[in-house]
């Protein structure tokens, strides 16, 4: 019997190596630990049994029958309790933070059913990806969301983020859409769009309290194919004094990837090419959005189950038990460890770049790179900070376009605490306190490469 439990424990101790092996790239900096472990259990356990009498065999088979005893009642304790797994939940929990598990739809259905009509955020990504098999030479694709509707966006604090949409589906105040009386234009992902945070909390926001005419163009989703065509069809309207080209450096390349597939976008790459979209708006909603909303929720499923079929095996009950997924989970050792690979920028990226700054040069405005860090920059230990994500290369081609650059890393990197400004310390989009510091640090930065500029930019609201 000793025998037994000592041979069956190499044996997990086995199978466990080779999972870490087949996991080795997503593990990333954890896979050594892990490895090096199960090698030496293996190692260990199987000199106990070929070497050592056999009092020992018995005293070791008793001890680890003990402790497996207790690890897997605690496992399958708190897996029977369906006991929380989510690493956002699981740190909102260990801060004393209430927060909402329920999905988007879950809470958009309460607000309508306590007579709050809400939509969710519909993308243009999200839209394009849907409907690409049904879009004709000739058929707009639109490039914001719903105008004028209680819109939810995300939660990443403990609570769902909303705004009132304007009057071209985009997270601003109704009526700021004046040609030549619009200082500043944000154009960018979910971090310009202000994501998971509630309107008066984003960028664009608190430039607005220091009476600068700030409009957020800001797309979840958007890499800088979509971002170019938003520039076009609404900035290129409003024609902004400045636009802030917001570019996100752990998918901006990979959206751009992903949208060169769509022809559609590609038609921006040409100057005389455009749709009038801002003036559009009541045609968007009606024959494109509004039908949408039922695809967007079935979409949000087929999503779900797109990744349940990928985790295949892995994401079984039983599976989840033997790995002692929930344990670990509440111990904090499922977090990833190694940050998302990206694509080096690609010719494309720099004739999108130019282009943008042509189109903003053309009305007499300026365009700034804003560039958004993520968050595994200041999680982790990153020696090479210029060859993660490929900031050097992305930054190199910046400057040979002589577009001027804001670097939001240089803020964050001397933060005595950077982590403070993502929502509960864990990965994500950046909380009010962060959008607020990095709205300053925009506007101190513009002040100093432009200190003739005629927008008031560190003047406060009255």
């Known amino acids: 019997?000793?025998?037994?439990?000592?041979?069956?424990?190499?044996?997990?101790?086995?199978?466990?190596?080779?999972?870490?092996?087949t996991r080795k790239d997503a593990l990333g900096s954890s896979f050594i630990p892990y490895a090096?472990?199960?090698?030496?259990?293996i190692v260990a356990y199987a000199t106990v049994c070929l070497f050592l009498k056999e009092s020992i065999r018995i005293n070791l088979s008793l001890v680890t029958l003990s402790i497996g005893i207790t690890v897997f009642s605690l496992e399958i304790g708190l897996a029977l309790l369906r006991a929380d797994t989510d690493e956002r939940i699981l740190a909102a929990h260990s801060l004393g933070v209430k927060f909402d598990e329920r999905s988007k739809f879950e809470f958009i259905n309460a607000l309508n059913a306590s007579g709050i009509p809400a939509v969710p955020t519909i993308t243009p990504r999200l839209w394009a990806e849907v409907n690409a098999a049904r879009v004709h030479d000739g058929q707009i694709i639109p490039l914001s969301g719903l105008s004028r509707r209680r819109t939810v966006f995300c939660n990443e604090g403990g609570e769902f983020s909303t705004y009132e949409s304007d009057e071209h589906g985009f997270n601003n105040p109704i009526g700021l859409y004046r040609k030549g009386k619009v200082d500043l234009a944000l154009i960018g992902d979910s971090f310009a769009h202000g994501a998971c945070v509630n309107q008066g909390e984003d960028i664009a926001s608190h430039f607005r309290a220091h009476n600068i005419k700030a409009v957020?163009?800001?797309?979840?989703?958007?890499?800088?194919?979509?971002?170019?065509?938003?520039?076009?069809?609404?900035?290129?309207?409003?024609?902004?004094?400045?636009?802030?080209?917001?570019?996100?450096?752990?998918?901006?390349?990979?959206?751009?990837?992903?949208?060169?597939?769509?022809?559609?976008?590609?038609?921006?790459?040409?100057?005389?090419f455009k749709l009038g979209l801002f003036d559009q708006q009541d045609k968007i909603d009606s024959?494109?959005?509004?039908?949408?909303?039922?695809?967007?929720?079935a979409a949000a499923e087929a999503e779900k189950e797109e990744r349940r079929q990928r985790e295949g095996i892995r994401g079984q009950w039983w599976t989840k038990i033997l790995r002692l997924y929930h344990l670990r989970a509440h111990l904090g050792m499922n977090k990833p460890t190694t940050p998302p690979s990206t694509p080096p920028p690609s010719d494309l990226f720099s004739q999108?770049?130019?282009?943008?700054?042509?189109?903003?040069?053309?009305?007499?405005?300026?365009?700034?790179?804003?560039?958004?860090?993520?968050?595994?920059?200041?999680?982790?230990?990153?020696?090479?900070?210029?060859?993660?994500?490929?900031?050097?290369?992305?930054?190199?081609?910046?400057?040979?376009?002589?577009?001027?650059?804001?670097?939001?890393?240089?803020?964050?990197?001397?933060?005595?605490?950077?982590?403070?400004?993502?929502?509960?310390?864990?990965?994500?989009?950046?909380?009010?306190?962060?959008?607020?510091?990095?709205?300053?640090?925009?506007?101190?930065?513009?002040?100093?490469?432009?200190?003739?500029?005629?927008?008031?930019?560190?003047?406060?609201?009255?």
């Open 1 to 21: 019997m000793a025998d037994a439990i000592l041979w069956g424990t190499i044996g997990l101790f086995a199978l466990g190596f080779w999972y870490t092996w």
């Open 36 to 41: 090096a472990c199960e090698l030496l259990g």
């Open 216 to 272: 957020n163009l800001g797309m979840a989703g958007s890499g800088p194919l979509i971002e170019l065509a938003i520039l076009t069809e609404y900035a290129g309207v409003v024609e902004p004094h400045i636009v802030l080209w917001m570019y996100f450096e752990a998918n901006d390349q990979d959206n751009l990837l992903r949208e060169q597939t769509f022809p559609f976008f590609l038609r921006y790459l040409d100057p005389e």
């Open 287 to 297: 024959m494109l959005l509004e039908p949408f909303l039922a695809e967007a929720h």
């Open 352 to 462: 999108i770049l130019a282009e943008a700054r042509n189109r903003v040069l053309a009305w007499g405005g300026r365009m700034y790179f804003v560039y958004i860090p993520d968050y595994t920059r200041y999680n982790q230990r990153h020696p090479t900070h210029d060859s993660l994500f490929h900031r050097a290369e992305v930054l190199e081609a910046v400057r040979k376009l002589g577009i001027p650059l804001i670097d939001v890393h240089e803020l964050l990197s001397h933060h005595p605490d950077p982590l403070s400004l993502y929502p509960l310390r864990v990965h994500g989009h950046f909380n009010a306190q962060g959008y607020r510091l990095i709205a300053k640090y925009i506007q101190q930065s513009i002040n100093e490469m432009e200190p003739r500029f005629s927008i008031p930019l560190a003047q406060p609201a009255s």
